[in-house]
Structures are given as structure tokens and as C-alpha cells.
Nanobody
């Protein structure tokens, strides 16, 4: 099982980015997919999840600015990030939780928001 995230980069405050995470194998359709992030010197934190049925959940810090979605036909989960703030700067990780017990992490992609 492999998760490959992409789409990170450098953006000015107020800008937008879209992260993508493609899952290999047969993991995607049976997994809750999520995004987490880790800023320098801080613990990894929850950003958003989307269930196999499309239900979403967000951290309070990103509600109204970020949107998570999944494309089951292409085994890909997305994170649309709008109105980015310097405090959103972090390495963003894709996570798959299969059957509620098996957890897979992608290698992460850097998002840097300049003020």
C-alpha cells in the first residue's frame, strides 16, 4: 500500500492550494481518508477526514477555509485550501484508516504560507 501526496508549495497569505493524495492497491474504497499536518516544533495534528460515504470532519482551525473530498473512481483524496494563513505552514500528511484498524501514512508534502 502506498499513499503519494502532492500539490504543496509556497503561497502568499490569502492564497489557495490543492493537495492530492493517490492511494495504490485496494485500500482506498474501504478506508477513511484524512489529512494531518505537522508544523516545526509541534505535534502532528488532525486537519480533516472524509469517510467512505463522503461524510466530512474538520479541525476548528480550518473550518470554512479547507474542503476535503474524495474521488473513488481514481482512488484520490483532495484537500482544497483557501484563505491560507502563515499558521497553516506545515508538512501535510495523507492518512488512510482501513476497516477502522489498519493505518497507512503518506510521506508528506510541504505547505509554506508567507505573510
Amino acid at each position: 500500500v502506498q499513499l503519494q501526496a502532492s500539490g504543496g508549495g509556497l503561497v502568499q497569505a490569502g492564497g489557495s492550494l490543492k493537495l492530492s493524495c493517490a492511494a495504490s492497491g485496494t485500500v482506498f474504497s474501504t478506508s477513511v481518508m484524512g489529512w494531518y499536518r505537522q508544523a516545526p516544533g509541534k505535534r502532528r495534528e488532525f486537519v480533516a477526514t472524509v469517510s467512505t460515504g463522503g461524510s466530512t470532519n474538520y479541525a476548528n482551525s480550518v473550518k470554512g477555509r479547507f474542503t476535503i473530498s474524495r474521488d473513488n473512481a481514481n482512488d484520490t483524496v483532495y484537500l482544497h485550501m483557501n484563505d491560507l494563513k502563515p499558521e497553516d505552514t506545515a508538512v501535510y500528511y495523507c492518512k488512510a484508516v482501513r476497516w477502522g484498524t489498519l493505518t497507512y501514512w503518506g510521506p508528506g508534502t510541504q505547505v509554506t504560507v508567507s505573510s
